[in-house]
């Protein structure tokens, strides 16, 4: 079926691009496989990751797939959009149905795109990951790729206002080399290799990222362990705990 919604929506995404001046920064595009089914598993630090991690197989010419919320989908603004991009929505009382919906994508050759923290990370750090994303890349034998974002934070995150014209910000999207699900004795073990890689990708991403925090009104960006002002993750972990839980994304 032809693409009428997507495409349109990617160009109005890139012309925001381009009048915030946002400054892009795209590593391993080209691990993106051109053809055939693939998991890209993205860390969560914004409202707008999915935005970015999409962009990261921009130049494979993918079209990625979402698990989202069904929230999401029942919106009377986004809901038609989502569906028009043919992203995938996730029930919590009907999970099982989100997953095989997921996998059957896969194996059809499409992109599937999942958040494996199933929530945003207050700390700005790797949390522990769920197993969704490494059980659909070895039910549909496809490669399973890690994705870091970094700098989306500052435009929307959880417990901050939205900066949604923020004008010059540096955005990062790593892409890591995929991961062969032939290659693992079970979905616990990669999804462990998956947390190392994924965890080791931001690292870099926060330690190579051009701008620092302005002043101590401005690190709550950072990450506590590089000096910032975010939430640790235990602390993280119980902000977390006082507050209603949400449909998971993978």
């Known amino acids: 079926m ?8 990617i160009t109005a995404a890139k012309t925001l691009f381009r ?8 590593e391993g595009s080209e691990n993106v496989p051109r053809t055939g089914g693939a998991v890209l598993a993205s860390n969560h630090v914004s409202y707008l990751d999915f935005i970015f991690c999409g962009y990261g197989a ?12 069904h929230e999401v989908f029942a919106h009377k603004v986004s809901g038609p959009l989502m569906r028009g991009m043919k992203h995938i929505p996730v029930n919590r009382s009907a999970g099982a149905g989100s997953y095989n919906t997921a996998v059957d994508a896969l194996r059809r050759g499409e992109v599937v795109g999942v958040f494996p923290e199933a929530t945003i990370s207050r700390s700005f750090t ?16 496809v490669p399973l790729l890690p994705v870091a974002l970094w700098g989306t934070q500052r435009l929307w995150t959880k417990g901050r206002p939205k900066t949604l014209t923020r004008r ?15 290659a693992y004795p079970d979905t616990n073990a990669m999804t462990a290799e998956l947390k190392s890689r994924l965890s080791a990708l931001v690292e870099r991403a926060q330690q190579e990222y051009p701008d620092k925090p302005a002043g101590p009104d401005d690190a709550w960006w950072q990450p506590a362990h590089l000096g910032g002002t975010a939430p640790t993750p235990q602390e993280a972990v119980e902000l977390d ?6 449909p998971a994304a993978s």
């Open 58 to 69: 921009h130049e494979s010419r993918r079209l990625v797939r979402f698990m989202a919320k």
């Open 241 to 246: 705990r006082r507050r209603p839980r949400r």
């Open 2 to 9: 032809p693409e009428l919604v997507y495409p349109p929506v």
């Open 168 to 182: 010059h910000t540096p955005i990062t999207i790593l892409l890591g080399e995929p991961m062969d699900p032939t």
């Open 126 to 141: 790797v949390k522990e990951l769920k197993s969704g994303a490494a059980r659909m890349a070895q039910e549909a034998a």
């Open 19 to 26: 009048v915030l001046d946002l400054r892009l920064t795209v």
